[in-house]
């Protein structure tokens, strides 16, 4: 031990020296300095005392703090592992819609309550080196009051870092540093997971063709004919939408099934197959003549002419609108062409105006091998696109057909079948009557449509080309069982793991399992010469680390932080690290006058 200079003229014997406890006290004559000097044990102890094992706070020994940055670093490591799980193989799948909002709590939850514990690790060794520090910087000598017996850090984190900033406690300021960087890991983690929908696709999905192109057996039956009128004529008047693999009025597709899906499967089929486009070749008269009836029981006298067709026909005088449709008998063009074939002329006439119009319409068959696009959970075409017109050859394109398309207004039937007249007639009606429905729809009625020079063309146009576009669909195919393989794209409700997230979450993770783990070997190093008996915390610890000190003496119970401060201002402080001796505090203070204890 060191030992203090002494004036024994001075020195005197007191009860504590008698005991075999030395209470030096002393001053040097030349110096207004005081020496004071608290043992807690001297040499006569020798053999009743011996150096106390160091106590380290269970935090801050070497194996839990190597298990702490160990599993910092596994944490880092599950992650990136988790990111590069979820990007091979696009997320993790949802199997019932029914559990979403169970996973949306979940994938919140539970990375939210895994990192918590690394955080309260954290936080754990900060409490427990900002227990030492004052101890630490004790052995060290030297320090004054404030940055030892008066250093306080569990006034909150602010302070703790004002106050680390101030004694130059660098450790100290890093620790707190990182427990602050630990409240970035409940954010980060909460949403490192997410509920994404991502889009896979199969180019072996199995669809049955159920048709394919050619002239049905019972095309002659005037049954499908008399339903697509039908059908044409309710979609006027209630705005209906096109029939199943009929699409945008003109297109009719080769029927298919698709396989029986699972109520939860949503996916988009791309379907290659056939279909036929029917163009109606529709335009104005390019010239009608009319003349009006002079009296009643008359009839109108109409002639209309299109390229080289002309059509004559009159209209009965009753005093009301009427309309209907005729089939072009003089085409020199298409003369040798059946009456299934002819070109057909719709007509309306106006009787308030006393005006005639007329639409000219020869169709024609176009077949194309397309793809087509439907849903797995809705029936219906929702998208078509062209591919090439390298249809195999069949008796549509070819003979007897050649390309041309039914008028479905003239039929080549018995005279004497009553029925197919009858059929022949309603279709005839049907067809024109849903055109001058939809024309009375539009806003102005009759007059504006009369008035428009593309008015009754474009609803004429519309109206007929959908009703071919239905008959096609069960005239021109006949049936087949054949599998396409198609493209399915299926969009699916994943969880998947956030990249950025999860490399700023594991970025963080390895900065505070790097950073920690050095600032704990470097507060190891400056721990080596502080030798506790136990936890200095408690009320008894600092009784037994003090009983011996005479600087207590200086102190009262009822000053406040200020006043100890200024008692204690100006006192150098250290732990004696001496052979024996548990705690020596020895304060230096500037004296007005010589004093000795």
Known sequence: MESPVVDRSLTTTSEHERNGVPSLRSFQSDETIVTRTTTVFSDTDHKRYSRPQQWVPTFLRPWVVGSIVALTILYALIIQIALRISQSRNGWYIPDKDYTSIISFLKSALPLAAVMPLGLLYNSMHESLLQLQAYVVLSQGRATARETVLLNYKKGRLSTIYTAIVNGHWIVL???TLTIVCLLLSPLASGILTYDYITLEDYRYPVVSKKKIGLHSEFASLEYFDAAAGYAQAAAYHNLSDPAFVYDHRWA?????????????????????????????????RSIDLT????????HA????????????????????????????????????GFWYKPVAFWFFSSQLNQVAMVFCSPEL??????????????????????????PENNIS????????????????DSSDEQSRTREA????????????????????????????????????????????????????????????????????????????????????????????????????????????????????????????????????????SVLAEKL???????????????TLNLRHHMGKKRSF
């Open 569 to 583: 201002r100006g006192m150098r402080c250290m732990d004696s690290a001496e052979q024996y001796t548990t705690t």
């Open 426 to 561: 309603s279709i005839s009606s049907g067809l024109a009557t849903a055109i001058y429905q939809l024309a009375i729809l539009q806003p102005g009625g009759i007059p504006a449509v009369m008035r428009d020079k593309d008015g009754f063309w474009s609803l004429t146009k519309r109206t007929y080309t959908r009703y071919l576009s239905i008959v096609a669909k069960y005239a021109y195919f006949t049936d087949t069982n054949e599998t396409i393989y198609s493209k399915m794209s299926r969009t699916e409700g994943r969880i998947v793991v956030y990249p950025l997230v999860a490399r700023s979450l594991s970025a963080i993770l390895l900065c505070l399992a790097i950073v920690g783990a050095f600032i704990h070997f470097l507060h190891a190093r400056a721990r080596k010469d502080v030798h506790l008996a136990g936890d200095p915390d408690s009320i008894a610890a600092t009784i037994a680390m003090t009983s011996h000190s005479k600087f207590t003496s200086l102190l009262d119970a009822s000053d406040s932080e």
């Open 253 to 285: 597709v080769a029927e298919f099934t698709l396989p029986p899906q699972p109520y939860d499967l949503f996916g988009n089929v791309l379907i290659p197959t056939t279909a036929i486009s029917t163009e109606c070749h529709c335009g104005q008269a």
């Open 366 to 391: 176009l077949l194309y091998n397309v793809l087509v696009s439907t849903y797995t959970f809705a029936e219906g075409i929702s998208e078509l696109s062209k591919v090439d017109r390298n249809v």
């Open 174 to 176: 890093v620790s707190s």
């Open 398 to 413: 070819g003979a007897p057909m050649y390309g041309r398309g039914f008028n479905g207004i003239s039929f080549d039937y």
């Open 302 to 337: 109409v002639k209309g002419t299109w390229n080289d067709s002309i059509v004559t026909f009159s209209i009965p005088n009753t005093g009301r609108d009427q309309y209907g449709v005729q089939t072009i008998t003089e085409s020199p063009s298409n003369e040798a062409w």
């Open 292 to 299: 009006l009836a002079s009296a009643p029981g008359e009839n």
